[in-house]
């Protein structure tokens, strides 16, 4: 089965930094639109940014945009999100995601990670 690992987590405070990484495994990884979702209690699950497949293009939701930077090491088989300027409405549960092409809507992909928190506090 596809399994997708997302780490780098944690609590931090507003301004700070983080960066998420997401690892795949039995997934050809190069064939796939790897993207972030985010989901903060009580809301519903966010779009933040994808990357295509070689990389060459991206697409960030408005509420990230200038602050975020999503990047993929298709050797390595994995997908990271660089959060710079941090505020507390960033705070939620982060998913990588998998899907065929690049898509802001969360229907669109195929496999997901568990998730990993990111606390940001004020």
């Known amino acids: 089965q596809v399994m997708l690992v997302e780490s780098g987590g944690g609590l931090v405070q507003a301004g700070g930094s983080l960066r998420l990484s997401c690892a795949a495994s039995?997934?050809?990884?190069?064939?796939?639109?790897m993207a972030w979702f985010r989901q903060a209690p009580g809301k519903e699950r966010q779009f933040v940014a994808f990357?295509?497949?070689?990389?060459?293009?991206?697409y960030y939701a408005d509420s990230v945009k200038g602050r975020f930077t999503i990047s993929r090491d298709n050797a390595k088989n994995t997908v990271y999100l660089q959060m710079n300027s941090l505020k507390p409405d960033d705070t939620a549960v982060y998913y990588c995601?998998?899907?065929?092409?690049?898509?802001?809507?969360?229907?669109?992909?195929?496999?997901w990670g568990q998730g990993t928190q990111v606390t940001v506090s004020s």
């Open positions: 995601a998998a899907g065929p092409r690049g898509y802001d809507t969360d229907r669109q992909y195929d496999y």
């Open positions: 039995r997934l050809t990884f190069s064939s796939y639109t």
């Open positions: 990357v295509t497949r070689s990389g060459g293009s991206t």
